[in-house]
């Protein structure tokens, strides 16, 4: 199966920082979810987006469904310690199953 | 309360055995998954299964068996023919086959001695 481009692979934040993250593919996929996994545990679903363009929040958590249908943000408003982790993307593809991106590892900077 | 749960936590083997990793839902989910994660890659899908005994081999079938007996249960089977068996297994479900949100258990990480 195929897999997303999911960038940056990590990043540090400072508390109070507002970070982004984005998938991308070369293909067209009908929904885009994001996950969060806390080291040693599942992933937890953080936002599910369904139609093109949409742009969804949860709390803090803000993430746009491109246009193109080809791609997803997730941005991290005001963050906090607890942010830390690993996020996944996740698109849809025509046969309902899913493909995930690598993660982006988020880190607290020292 | 309302969960997937997965055991062992932790699980060792030496080389040329089978192992068999449980997967339990009381979420009343149709459709249920099993993936392979490896560090700094995505999750895999193994197998999945959309309803009570019937079964699908995902993207990563070879050397894994499952069997679905039970609604609620969903046990993967690692066996010798896996050739590169050490790695975190995620069990996932969904309400139906094609519904896009899948629930994750808290994993299994495997390790070969």
């Known amino acids: 199966g195929q897999q997303l481009n999911q960038s940056p692979q990590s990043m540090f934040i400072q508390e109070g920082e507002d970070v982004s993250m984005n998938c991308t593919s070369s293909?067209?996929?009908?929904?885009w979810l994001w996950y969060k996994q806390d080291p040693g545990e599942g992933p937890v679903l953080l936002i599910a987006?369904?139609?093109?363009?949409e742009l969804t929040s949860n709390g803090r958590l803000t993430a746009q469904f491109g246009i193109t249908r080809k791609d997803s943000f997730l941005n991290i408003s005001a963050s906090i310690p607890s942010d830390v982790g690993i996020y996944f993307c996740?698109?849809?593809?025509?046969?309902?199953?899913?493909?995930f991106g690598a993660g982006t590892t988020v880190t607290v900077r020292a | 309360d309302g969960g997937i749960t997965q055991s062992p936590k932790y699980l060792f083997r030496k080389e040329g055995q089978n192992v068999t990793l449980s997967c339990e839902q009381n979420l009343n989910h149709d459709a249920m998954y099993w993936y392979r994660q490896d560090p700094g890659q995505g999750l895999r899908l193994i197998y999945y299964?959309?309803?009570?005994?019937?079964?699908q081999k995902g993207d990563i079938a070879e050397g894994y068996s499952v069997s679905r007996e039970k609604k609620e249960s969903f046990p993967l089977t690692v066996t010798s023919a896996q050739k590169n068996p050490t790695a975190f297994y995620l069990c996932?479900?969904?309400?139906?086959?094609?519904?896009?949100?899948?629930?994750f258990g808290p994993g299994t990480r495997l390790t070969v001695l």
């Open positions: 299964s959309q309803i009570v005994n019937d079964f």
């Open positions: 996932a479900s969904s309400i139906v086959p094609d519904h896009n949100e899948q629930f």
């Open positions: 293909s067209i996929f009908n929904t």
């Open positions: 987006l369904y139609k093109a363009g």
């Open positions: 996740a698109g849809q593809r025509s046969d309902y199953k899913l493909s």
